[in-house]
């Protein structure tokens, strides 16, 4: 009997402590609160789409050729921060935002949180950036957007670049991603999960930066804040219970971009088949893989991430390769 008042007691106090701090969650991301710890953000703007607020960073010669470097699920405008002002020094005119949901940006109870409707919020953005066309490069599931966005605005996307892009529904299958989608038990543990600094410093190790000289205090901190909101929580239960990739692996034969396929050969999250088939279905694609390297080759290796995507960009390919495996290093 005593026993089952302790267990029962303790249940009442974990209920009790998840819900105070359920409760205890910030709304949303303060931007003059964070701004010093956002990486780059002297070049931070916000514009007005469709009527809700979008944050990017903007840095280059507005002469330049434009790229837009859209992140991946869960992350921010941080991903980019190694190479967005050497892809402005080499001049281009880059454009980081933080899709709708992340970061800085709004995160709208009413978006619809899907893979096209946030390639529809990049087509708008250019759109009032006075951009018609851009590079457009995309990692992980903002593989997924920049290749939704090749498909259904074609005329917006001059050259495309996809990094270790998600092209199916199969990372819906981790556990992490299957927590997030239970209805109920999704909603409770997401933000418990999402709200930890230690689980987030050991899911960046083992995903986000495989190097760990990267992964200092200021880093994990910026990754951090959005991630703590229950706006950002909402946002991500929503993209997880909402994906659809599977549409990119179905179509990627439509993508008619001189297209460059970045990946690393190590890579946890979307192994390298998922590159190479999207290398025999694309019929103007290039596959560089990187050696000894993750999920994230613009973390990895930036300066080779850089010079090669600058080279295919400016139509002067040099890099020694003998075949579509050939590895660069930093």
Sequence with gaps: MKKGYLIGGLSGLATLAM????????????????R????????????????????????????????????????STL????VFLEFAAGGFQVIAPDLLGYGYSAKPRAFDYTITAQARMI???LDKLGLDQAI???SSYGGAIAATLALDYPARVEKLVLVGAVTNNDPTKYLLMRLFGSPLIGDILSPLLLG????????????????????????VEARYQPLRTAATHR??????????ADRIQREAHRITQSTLLLWGENDPEVPLRYGEQLHDEIKNARLIVFRDCGHLPHEEFPQAFTEVISHFCYKTLRLKVRDRRSRPRS
């Excluded at 070049?43 to 992140?71: C, N």
């Excluded at 991903?79 to 190694?82: A, F, M, T």
């Design 36 to 75: 010093g710890i956002v990486f780059h953000a002297g070049h931070s703007r916000f514009a007005e789409v469709d009527g809700v607020r979008v944050h990017y960073q903007e840095a280059g010669p507005s002469s330049g050729p434009p790229l837009i470097l859209i992140h991946g699920f869960a992350s």
């Design 196 to 219: 930890s600094r230690l689980l987030l410093k050991r899911r960046m190790k083992q995903v986000y930066d495989r190097h760990s000289w990267v992964l200092d205090d200021h880093r």
């Design 235 to 244: 946002a991500i239960i929503r993209t997880v219970r909402r994906w659809d």
């Design 136 to 138: 457009i490069v995309g």
């Design 123 to 125: 087509d708008r953005l």
């Design 19 to 34: 819900a105070i701090k359920l409760l205890a969650r910030p709304g949303d991301v303060d931007w003059e609160k964070n």
């Design 79 to 82: 991903v980019w921060s190694k």
